[in-house]
């Protein structure tokens, strides 16, 4: 059981606008750290995709977009695209009683139509 | 740029310790915090730990017990030690770079990350 909890997936056609969801809660999200976002192609590692909510490192397409508001995160992608199928996980960070650690959703399977 | 290759035995058995290495090429060591997150087949992401070059540390709470990272900066590398081991050790285990945001690690994310390598815990 992730602490950030993502849908196990989503689709969309080609073209079409997908938003995937993080929920979290007053120990993280909601405490105010920051969301970041990573896409896992199949068979490689993660690589980021949006830091400190809704920044894009140099060479990710602005057709990648993240939000934050309360104790939730989304990653939106439009204009979608056969190479956009892969894992998506969001990643926090959560301070409580049992400890304080960084701590990742279960992640998303995209599926282009 | 910075890049990260992971190395250390495919295959541990039950109760032994695991070993892994990280060595980055590209860049220096210092002056960055460093990590280890695994995925079991098929699941998701779990951090283990951070290492600061300067070897100061923070493991997740969850693994605390069992975990050791340590730095070696003459050769720059970092390493992972996980003891007594089970079948639920397994998994791909990367290493990755922490990028500070505003200087908090609280805030900060991992980039780049190692290519992966999977570890098996089987007799």
Not at chain 2, 12 to 31: D, F, H, R, W, Y
Not at chain 2, 50 to 73: A, H
């Amino acid at each position: 059981q992730s602490v950030l909890t993502q849908p196990p997936s989503v689709s969309g056609a080609p073209g079409q606008r997908v938003t995937i969801s993080c929920t979290g809660s007053s120990s993280n999200i909601g405490a105010g750290y920051d969301v970041h976002w990573y896409q896992q192609l199949p068979g490689t590692a993660p690589k980021l995709l949006i830091y400190g909510n809704s920044n894009r490192p140099s060479g990710v397409p602005d057709r990648f977009s993240g939000s934050k508001s309360g104790t939730s995160a989304s990653l939106a992608i439009t204009g979608l695209q056969a190479e956009d199928e892969a894992d998506y996980y969001c990643q926090s960070y959560d301070s409580s009683l049992s400890g304080s650690r960084v701590v990742f959703g279960g992640g998303t399977k995209l599926t282009v139509l | 740029q910075v890049q990260l290759q992971e190395s250390g035995p495919g295959l541990v058995k039950p109760s032994e310790t695991l070993s892994l290495t990280c060595t980055v090429s590209g860049g220096s060591i210092s002056s960055y915090y460093w990590s280890w997150i695994r995925q079991p087949p098929g699941k998701g992401l779990e951090w283990i730990g951070y290492i600061y070059y300067s070897g100061s540390t923070n493991y997740n709470p969850s693994l605390k017990s069992r975990v050791t990272i340590s730095v070696d900066t003459s050769k720059n590398q970092f390493s992972l030690k996980l003891s007594s081991v089970t079948a639920a050790d397994t998994a791909v285990y990367y290493c990755a770079r922490v990028v500070l945001w505003f200087g908090e690690l609280l805030m900060s994310w991992f980039d780049p990350w190692g290519q992966g390598t999977l570890v098996t815990v089987s007799s």
